[in-house]
Nanobody, 129 residues
Framework: VQLQASGGGLVQAGGSLRLSCVAS????????VVWFRQAPGKEREGVAC????????YYADSVKGRFTISRDNAKNTVYLQMNDLKREDSAVYYC???????????????????????RGQGTLVTVSS
């Protein structure tokens, strides 16, 4: 499966953006999906994760209550709705995926994507004050 993230841009603090992760080459409903982000000089962080069924989600503490991950399997897309954005949310956001829910969840927790079988390009989010 090939993944393409989009939806990034420049937004003022307090604003919202919705990122999309679109799959091609394979149906995305076979995959758990993880959103990561990395800002210059900072460690990569697992932002949010959604299981293949969509029933289970995980969030980094830094985004809980502000970000929502969801999936629309009919559109082969996973979304990351980001509300009340802060300057510290500025980063390149990546979506990666794996057919194993446990591997995806662990990768999210550890902030590493080496074990994930599908990796997408990033999209840049810049939050201005």
């Amino acid at each position: 499966v090939q993944l393409q993230a989009s939806g990034g841009g420049l937004v003022q603090a307090g604003g919202s953006l919705r990122l999309s992760c679109v799959a091609s080459g394979h149906t995305l409903d076979d995959y758990a999906v993880v959103w990561f982000r990395q800002a210059p000089g900072k460690e990569r962080e697992g932002v949010a994760c959604i299981s293949r069924s969509g029933v289970t989600t995980y969030y980094a503490d830094s985004v809980k209550g502000r970000f929502t991950i969801s999936r629309d399997n009919a559109k082969n897309t996973v979304y990351l709705q980001m509300n009340d954005l802060k300057r510290e949310d500025s980063a390149v956001y990546y979506c990666h995926a794996d057919r194993d829910d446990a591997i995806a969840a662990m990768s999210h927790h550890l902030g590493t994507f080496g074990a994930l079988e599908a990796r997408g390009q990033g999209t840049l989010v810049t939050v201005s004050s």
